[in-house]
């Protein structure tokens, strides 16, 4: 039998908890982000709320900064 972590690394989707850890956020900043539209994508399967991991790495891709003023318009 394969251990737990090696499993969930080929898991495509993560729920909510397993999501805001895979982040380093609390499950409460992903769930205020899905509410204000400024977070990762994510999946309505019936009540659960599913994030790819591809989405969750996008996401992440584009905060990146170079400095604390640089807005996400000035990359461009």
Do not use: C
């Amino acid at each position: 039998m394969q251990n737990d972590k090696s499993d969930k690394t080929r898991k495509a989707f993560l729920n909510a908890k397993e999501a805001a850890e895979y982040l380093g956020l609390k499950p409460n900043t992903l769930a205020k982000m899905r509410v204000y539209g400024n977070g990762p994508k994510f999946r309505k399967h019936g009540f659960r709320v599913l994030y790819a991991i591809d989405d969750l790495n996008a996401w992440s891709e584009g905060t990146r900064r170079s400095s604390t003023s640089e807005t996400p318009r000035e990359r461009d």
